[in-house]
């Protein structure tokens, strides 16, 4: 069984730092992997998707790497901003064969102080 | 329309009563999802669809959880004879193509639902 995880369960650091959210997996055989934004109350917000062929992706500020083999991606946010408080999700879609849900982490808390 | 919408967005039940939970998806996305998430979790799968098809439902928790999707677009999540632990947000999401394995989910706002 596939199982998520999500290092630290809350951060708190003042703007300009660079952020580093940590998720790992189980199993490696993952189709993509995902991660998402959370505002309280609110749904999430789709923010980078690392196919499994690729090693990382980039936003803007964001960019996300991805070493499937030791089962593990991390987030990172450059020059944070208060704006940048939220909950942070990873999510992993398994192989093909075995459907098409995503089985996420708990989540990562971030708070920005200005 | 430009995203997932989901209704109602808040819902306070009393134990034992019925609850349906009704999602739109992305016009013309062909895969639907249900997802249930506790107060400080990340959301966990309930139930997929594939147009009107229900191909995973292995995250039902019991049989007082029923989804359908009777025409391929809205879906509503049942739940029948409400317990307190079923007090959670309960997410929809929607993706394009006939897999939808490579495509991203887009989510909605959620609905929250309170059992006392």
């Known amino acids: 069984k596939q199982e998520v995880t999500q290092i630290p369960a809350a951060l708190s650091v003042p703007e300009g730092e660079n952020l580093v959210l940590n998720c790992s997996f189980t199993?490696?055989?993952?189709?993509?992997l995902q991660w998402f934004r959370q505002d309280p109350g609110k749904g999430l917000t789709s923010l980078l998707l690392?196919?499994?062929?690729?090693r990382e992706q980039t936003s803007g500020r964001l960019n996300a790497s991805l070493d499937k083999s030791s089962g593990r991606s991390t987030l990172y946010i450059a020059a944070s901003q208060p704006g940048d408080s939220a909950t942070y999700l990873c999510?992993?879609?398994?192989?093909?064969?075995?459907?098409?849900?995503?089985?996420f982490g708990g989540g990562t808390r971030v708070l920005v102080k200005p | 329309g430009a995203g997932v919408s989901q209704s109602p967005r808040y819902k306070v039940a009393k134990r034992g009563q019925d609850v349906a939970l009704r999602c739109d998806p992305i016009?013309?996305?062909?895969?639907l999802f249900w997802y249930q998430q506790a107060l400080g979790q990340g959301p966990e799968f309930l139930t997929y669809?594939?147009?009107?098809?229900?191909?995973?439902k292995s995250g039902l928790p019991s049989d007082r959880f029923f989804a359908e999707r009777p025409e391929g677009s809205v879906s509503t999540l049942k739940i029948q004879r409400t317990q307190q632990e079923d007090s959670a947000v309960y997410l929809c999401?929607?993706?394009?193509?006939?897999?939808?394995?490579?495509?991203?989910?887009?989510f909605g706002p959620g609905t929250r639902l309170t059992v006392t």
């Open positions: 199993d490696s055989a993952i189709y993509n």
């Open positions: 999401a929607s993706s394009a193509g006939r897999l939808a394995v490579s495509y991203e989910q887009y």
């Open positions: 999510a992993v879609r398994h192989s093909r064969l075995a459907g098409n849900k995503l089985t």
């Open positions: 669809f594939q147009n009107e098809a229900q191909l995973d």
């Open positions: 016009s013309g996305h062909v895969s």
């Open positions: 690392i196919q499994s062929s690729q």
